[in-house]
Structures are given as C-alpha cells and as structure tokens.
C-alpha cells in the first residue's frame, strides 16, 4: 500500500509543474490557428489566394487533327567552295578563264610554265606506244613459233618501265595545272600570267551553286524528329518555293549555341540563288497529330518558351511549349498540346499559368481563338 501512495503522488505532482509551466508562458492556454494558401493534394491556389482570377476567363475548344507534320526552320544558302592551289612552283601561263564563268569539272583555271613539263609527257607518251607496239608483235611472233617465251617477257618489262616513265611524267605535269574540282562558278582568281608562284599558292576559288545547300540551327528535341533525305520545301523570301532534300544532320551540337547542324540540298538551275539568301525550310517529319490555332493564342513563358495557355486540371491554367509544324493562311498547326484542350482565347494577355479561373468554354469552328 505505501508503494501505491508514493505512486500516486509522484503523478498529481507531475501534472501540477506541467500546468505551472503553461501559465507562465505567453497565450499558453490558446490553441493557435494555421493557414494555408494551396491545397497540398493539388499544390494549387485557394480561392483567396493571389493566384484567384477575379473573372470568367473564356476559352475555346480545340481537337488535334492527324496530318503530314512539318518542322519549320530559318535557314540560309551557303554553297559549297573549293580553293585551287598550285601544286609546283613556276611562272604562271596565260588562260582564257575569268571570274564569274561557268566551269566543268578539271578544267583549267591556272597553268605553269615549268622546264617544258607537257613536252615530257609526250615523249613518255611516244615511248609507250613503241613499247605497247613491241609487246604485241612479240606476242604474234610467239604463237608463230619465231620468238621464244624469254623475248615476250622482255618485251612486256620494257613495256611496263615506258608506262611508269608517262605516269611519273603526267604527276609532274599535274602539279603545274590548277584546275577546277567540280562543276561550278569562278568566283575568283587571284593568279595571274607571267607571276612566278611556289608551291601551294592560291589560283582562285570555285563554288558550286548547283545544287545548292540551304542550312539551319535544329535544338536538341527538333533534332531528333530530322531523318536523312527527308523531303523539304523550302520557301524564298520572295515566295518562290523548292523542293529540297535533308542532305546532312549533325550529331554533335555546336557548343555555343547548343544547336545541331542541319543541311538541305535543293536544285539551282541556272545558279539564280545566291550564296546568304535566307528562306524558311518546312522539313517533313512524318505523320502525327496537330491543334490548328490561331497564331494569336501563341505566347512565351518566362523561359522564352513559345507555347500557348490551356486549362488544366481543377481548373488552373497550364502552359504547354509548343512547335510549329505548319502556318497558313487558315492559320498555325502546333504540337506539344493533349489531344483534347480548352485554349485561353484571344484578348485575355492577363491570364498567367497558375491562375485558378472560372471557365467558359466556347465551341467556334474557326481555328481555334479566331
């Protein structure tokens, strides 16, 4: 029994200095009410919150559609060039081309004049058909029974040594003519007759202009959906529209803009696109589907993103990033949205992603905001 006494103290003890501290201690005996301003079952704002939208908030419905989906990029022409150079030192011989002709492919664009380097050519020329002429009369006396095996083989050797002698001499003679690596324009020259030259100083410059590259910066997500030899249409400033293939993709990124390389080869006939003209390149990427919208419903975030407004879950305004694949005049075709999405229509630039609304949605067979 005493043991069960002292217990029974010890506890009315405790309880007292527990309620003792409470009492001294500032608004002990309130209970304090907390708030807050997002549902943390959605992370969304309450009603009261800054993130309230005083206002009904129109939008309008939009459904993707499957069709042919282009990426569009800016691009530019940019030829390909090929510098000549001289492969020998000597005095430069006079030629008949000038800038801005049109030239094939080997033509000559810059002569030396070097110890009579074509005259050795033909006279290694002259000794090898000798040679060839010897082999083949040794080979008809042969079968005749005049000549002995030994004399056919001598006269294939001296055959063989006369045709290494025209090789070694047309390499010399190859070193002096400056000629032209494929077909294109001269666009200049910068050698000229009787100048004395060494080895691998500049001739002149050829660009090829037909066919022509046309090429543009893809990001990294752009760069993915780009296949080889993916049909293009490319559309000139002027409106003049090609059609182009994807002639190159890069697969590594250019360090400073993070961009990837993308080339386009399109027809030049008649060399009318010049080098720096820029156009707008529309890529095919495939079959997908794509909301028609439009292009005043298009907006950025605070990234720079362009994308457009849409309404999401519980009504709170989303933003998607979105790609253009197409613009018309019936409007702009954009991915990146759900198949079904209610857009923030035109006219209400206040509406900011995050904002719970009240919606009203409106059906317009217009592309969609129009």
């Known amino acids: 029994m005493p043991r069960l006494l002292s217990i029974i103290l010890g506890a009315i003890a405790l309880i007292a200095a527990i309620v003792g501290i409470r009492s ?7 209970t304090p009410n907390v708030t807050a301003d997002r549902i943390p079952t959605l992370d969304k704002a309450l009603p009261d919150s ?45 030629t008949t081309v000038k800038e ?3 030239v094939e492919a080997g033509a000559l664009i810059c002569g030396l004049d070097v110890d009579g380097a074509g005259a050795k050519v033909r006279q290694a020329e002259a000794v090898a058909a000798r040679k060839r002429e010897a082999h083949t009369s040794a080979q008809a006396r042969f079968a005749n029974g005049w000549v002995s095996e030994a004399w056919v083989k001598a006269a294939r050797s001296e055959l063989d040594e006369a045709q290494a002698a025209l090789e070694v001499a047309r ?13 294109g324009v001269l666009e200049k020259k910068v050698a000229t007759a009787g100048q004395f030259v060494s080895l691998g100083s500049p001739c002149g410059t050829v660009v090829r202009l037909d066919p022509i590259n046309f090429i543009a910066g893809a990001s990294e997500r752009q760069a993915t959906q780009i296949v080889q030899n993916a049909s293009v249409k490319v559309r000139l400033q002027d409106g003049t529209e090609i059609n182009g293939v994807v002639s190159y993709v890069s697969r590594v990124a250019d360090p400073r803009s993070r961009n990837f390389l993308v080339k386009v080869a399109t027809p030049n006939h008649g060399n009318r696109i010049p080098v720096g003209r820029t156009a707008e390149l529309k890529i095919d990427i495939g079959p997908g589907k794509a909301h028609r919208v439009n292009p005043q419903l298009l907006t950025t ?7 457009i407004r ?19 005049q019936d409007g702009a075709w954009v991915t990146g949205l759900p198949d079904e999405a209610q857009l923030v229509a035109e006219g209400q630039e206040g509406v900011r992603p995050g904002m719970r609304v009240t919606p009203v949605i409106r059906d317009d067979a217009r592309p969609s905001g129009g």
């Open 50 to 94: 800054p993130g309230q939208h005083s206002g009904t908030v129109i939008f309008v419905r939009s459904s993707a559609e499957r069709r042919t989906l282009y990426l569009s990029l800016g691009g530019r022409s940019e030829a390909e060039i090929g510098e000549i150079a001289f492969g020998a030192a000597g005095k430069v011989t006079a």
């Open 301 to 307: 975030d605070e990234q720079g993103r362009i994308g």
């Open 310 to 328: 849409y309404l999401d879950v519980g009504g709170v305004v989303s933003f998607a990033a979105a790609d253009i694949v197409e613009e018309g």
């Open 24 to 30: 001294l201690m500032p608004g002990g005996d309130e």
């Open 171 to 183: 390499i010399e003679f190859n070193r002096t003519q400056a000629v032209a690596p494929f077909r």
């Open 100 to 102: 801005g002709d049109l």
